[in-house]
């Protein structure tokens, strides 16, 4: 039976370990700031916007949010984005993703400041991130990394499995964990709907991570005696109950957790490190614009 990993106790220590940064920040005069932009009004898409603004709260960042029409133009939401780009209050911001169909959120992640793309999602981002040379880790690779860092699992040399290849979590996570560093030198796997032997390559995986999009995609009969298991997945399925639907993840939780020696649970697993490692970009942000030297964890 697996040890369950808690992501909310991870994220406080992120969230604690943060303050002395902001002090720092706050000595020299500045206050780190971050927007979000909503596009629309999908409803999961405002939870996770506000669940961010009451996390800047929590550890002094000034929050902005920044609402924009479902129907606007291309023309004005990438005028919401350069009043942000100028701004100087404003150290990072995102604009939460989906966006209506409409909209070419390719074309959204170029018109943000590299700078300020606490995401990480711009291209001279993803650049650098592969070329070894990162300045903002999108925040749910960065989380799963502090996760697995927190929990003692060492990456060095295992075989990580990754299911999905999405340019959010499969990719970049993929060419973090490759890389010649403490958290990385792992061999790594990427899975995706044209794989064959799908189930060989989680079962012989010593770290299996799915990140899919499929609710309990993978489950028990695809894990190896003792693997560490950990599911990016949030999806909404909908139930009879009040609240109209449940959170289920990638990862069919109670055959996996038979066979895994870690596992994440969903919720409280993945979710609220990816919030709290947006703070430590907004955070980093800060100190580069600012100019002020501060220690990240
Ligand atoms: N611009 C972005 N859009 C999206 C991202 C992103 O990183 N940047 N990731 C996801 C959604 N996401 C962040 O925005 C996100 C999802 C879930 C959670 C979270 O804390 N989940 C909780 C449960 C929350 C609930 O009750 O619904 C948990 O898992 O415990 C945080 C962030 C897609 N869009």
Redesign the pocket.
């Known amino acids: 039976m697996a040890e369950i990993i808690d992501?909310n106790a991870v994220a406080d220590d992120v969230r604690q370990s943060l303050t002395d940064a902001i002090e720092t920040l706050a000595d020299a005069g500045a206050r780190p700031g971050l927007a979000t932009v909503l596009m629309g009004d999908d409803p999961?898409?405002e939870?996770?916007v506000n669940?961010k603004q009451r996390d800047c709260e929590e550890v002094g960042i000034e929050g902005t949010h920044v609402d924009v029409d479902g129907d606007a133009s291309p023309a004005q939401l990438y005028d919401t984005l350069e009043d942000l780009n100028t701004d100087p209050d404003v150290h990072g911001y995102?604009?939460?993703?989906p966006v209506p169909d409409h909209i070419d959120y390719r074309e959204v992640i170029h018109r943000i400041d590299p700078a300020k793309d606490v995401?990480g999602f711009h291209p001279e981002n993803v650049g650098r991130l592969v070329a070894g040379n990162d300045r903002f880790r999108?925040?749910?690779p960065h989380g799963v990394q502090k996760l697995l860092e927190a929990y003692d699992v060492d990456t060095e040399g295992k075989d990580v499995t990754i299911v999905g290849r999405s340019r959010?979590v499969g990719k970049p996570l993929a060419n973090l964990l490759i890389q010649k560093a403490d958290d990385g030198n792992a061999t790594v796997t990427v899975c995706h709907s044209r794989t064959e032997n799908l189930a060989e390559k989680t079962r012989s995986a010593d770290i299996v991570i799915a990140a899919v999009g499929v609710p309990e995609f993978v489950d028990g009969s695809m894990i190896g005696e003792g693997a560490t298991v950990i599911d990016v997945g949030?999806n909404r399925v909908e139930t009879d109950t009040e609240k109209g639907y449940e959170?289920v993840g990638d990862v069919e939780f109670e055959s996996a957790k038979e066979k895994a020696g870690l596992i994440t649970p969903?919720?409280?697993?993945?979710?609220?490190m990816?919030?709290a490692m947006l703070l430590y970009n907004t955070v980093k942000a800060a100190s580069i614009q600012e100019d002020v030297d501060v220690d990240l964890p």
């Open positions: 992501g999961a898409s939870t996770y669940m995102l604009v939460q993703s995401d999108p925040c749910t959010i949030i959170l969903v919720p409280g697993g993945v979710g609220p990816t919030r």
